[in-house]
């Protein structure tokens, strides 16, 4: 059995974990949200920083990256590498992954991925959605043990653009936390 796993955050520029291939594509009918806060990696439990996750949204794409990890052994050491990393995202999906614009024929199925749900009960890390300008504030403001979340922020940026794949929400987003630095 080989495993893969698709990284839509800070999984596309830093793995952590042996893989034997990676892939550039999409996931359909998502879109990547900074709603998940974040206290253990780029924010505290008093200052939370936001991180993304997905949201359901019919005809949308999401743009990351499939890792294609084929051993036991090192697919045993990814999933413990993986379990403490998305330890706040409380639920795993297994969905269809495309690297061609407009295929209807997946190019793998059953990739897992790791989404924080807007379910307070499972997810007491989960913001949910707030204004541009409030997002970047509390961006700007957020640290934690792996950094400023400013540098998460501009990390995904240019690792999407590295990839040729722009995501308007991350642009966006980046921009008012630099428009707002500057000011």
Not at 70 to 75: A, G, I, N, R, T
């Amino acid at each position: 059995m080989v495993m893969w796993v698709f990284g839509y955050g800070s999984l596309i520029w830093k793995a952590g974990f042996k893989y034997d291939d990676r892939l550039v594509g999409f996931i359909k009918d998502y879109r990547r949200v900074f709603f998940q806060g974040s206290t253990d990696h780029r924010g505290t439990p008093d200052y939370p920083g936001r991180t993304v996750t997905l949201e359901p949204a019919q005809g949308q794409v999401c743009w990351g990256i499939a890792y294609k990890v084929s051993s036991k052994e090192d697919e045993e050491a990814a999933l413990l590498h993986l379990e403490v990393r998305e330890k706040q995202y409380d639920k795993k999906a297994y969905l269809d992954f495309y690297t061609e614009s407009g295929a209807s024929t997946p190019a793998l199925s059953g990739v897992m991925v790791y989404i924080a749900s807007p379910d307070k009960k499972l997810n007491k890390n989960y913001l949910g959605p707030a204004s541009l300008e409030e997002l970047a504030r509390q961006i700007i403001k957020a640290e934690g043990p792996s950094g400023p979340n400013r540098d998460y922020l501009f990390h995904l940026e240019k690792a999407l653009l590295q990839l040729g794949c722009e995501d308007k929400h991350v642009t966006d987003l980046a921009n008012e936390v630099r428009k707002l630095l500057a000011a």
